[in-house]
């Protein structure tokens, strides 16, 4: 076991984790709003979602999700999910505050908001589906089943990295954002999340009509 091999899959770990996506826009939003904390909350719960579907992945348990009623399911929910949660930033795009007292999110809110679009979230699924299922059987045909845990660990620290990465940008950005940027940021990130949102509904209805 070298110590590059290693390496390499601690890598694959950032970058899976590095595409703009849902939670990488919820994770820069609550970040830049909220500080470090809540970024780094958003990102343990996607993290705890994700670690879900390695061992499931891991136990061969993806059968399940290859139903196609429970698919439409996923694709329908997780869109719900992100429409609501983007709605919801835009309404309160303007109740951002720079007085230290102000009531921010809590911390359990933002690891929720994490872990449920995570969790819910077809193309994390089919992400996981995807890429973590191919390593997994490359893994062990090239180095055998020995290794396995050691090397989805090396994964799941990347992702940890990546995490902490994104908590302290944000977090360093926010004492150079105005007010007006604050709103705006939000706003955007929101609007993203209902595109997300909107494409994921889509997929559901048309899986489900077509």
């Not at 994104?166 to 007010?179: E, N, P, V």
Request: positive net charge.
């Amino acid at each position: 076991m070298s110590v590059s091999l290693l390496f390499s899959y601690v890598l694959l770990g950032l970058t899976l984790a590095a595409p703009i996506g849902p939670v990488n826009s919820a994770r820069l939003d609550k970040g830049i709003k909220n500080g470090f904390w809540h970024a780094w909350s958003v990102g343990v719960g996607s993290m705890i979602a994700d670690a879900i579907f390695m061992i499931l992945i891991f136990l061969g348990l993806v059968h399940f999700i290859e139903i196609p009623i429970v698919q439409i399911f996923l694709w329908l929910f997780g869109g719900f999910v992100l429409i609501y949660s983007g709605v919801e930033g835009i309404l309160k795009a303007s109740n951002i505050s720079f007085d230290a007292n102000r009531k921010k999110d809590s911390l359990w809110k933002c690891f929720l908001t994490g872990f449920i679009m995570s969790i819910t979230s077809p193309l994390s699924i089919l992400f996981w589906l995807g890429i973590y299922g191919s390593i997994l059987a490359k893994t062990a045909t090239s180095y055998g089943t020995t290794h396995l845990l050691v090397y989805s660990t090396m994964i799941f620290i990347g992702l940890t990295l990546w995490d902490i990465f994104i908590a302290g940008l944000t977090s360093g950005f926010r004492k150079f954002l105005t007010y007006k940027c604050l709103i705006n940021i939000s706003i955007v990130s929101g609007l993203s999340l209902i595109a997300f949102g909107l494409y994921f509904g889509f997929q559901g209805i048309k899986a489900l009509f077509f």
